[in-house]
Nanobody, 120 residues
């Protein structure tokens, strides 16, 4: 079994910052790409940022220059540093990981989500 557990979401004022964390645990052999997605009320889930096992990153245009994705491979953890937050960043943020288990089965896993609300 593999689990992804996110943390760090909360209410923050416009212009503020938050750091989200997502820790993977369980029967993990290796983790390939990891990423963050978000889903606002009434909208489809969208990609926010991704990072490969070697550290290459990609961002949605809407967050470039404001958000930074990083990972700690020793801790099987991915982070999302969010700066200059805007009300339109309000959403449930989901962690995603492409994981090879110890049974050598490769699957895509999702966390349960963490709520980020940007409001004054």
């Amino acid at each position: 079994q593999v689990q992804l557990v996110e943390s760090g979401g909360e209410l923050v004022q416009p212009g503020g910052s938050l750091r989200l964390s997502c820790a993977a645990s369980g029967s993990i052999y290796s983790i390939n790409a990891m990423g963050w997605y978000r889903q606002a009320p009434g909208k489809q889930r969208e990609l926010v940022a991704t990072i490969t096992s070697s550290g290459s990153t990609d961002y949605a245009d809407s967050v470039k220059g404001r958000f930074t994705i990083s990972r700690d491979n020793a801790k099987n953890t991915v982070y999302l540093q969010m700066n200059s937050l805007k009300p339109e960043d309000t959403a449930v943020y989901y962690c995603n990981a492409d994981i090879l288990t110890r049974l050598l089965r490769r699957s895509n896993y999702w966390g349960q989500g963490t709520q980020v609300t940007v409001s004054s």
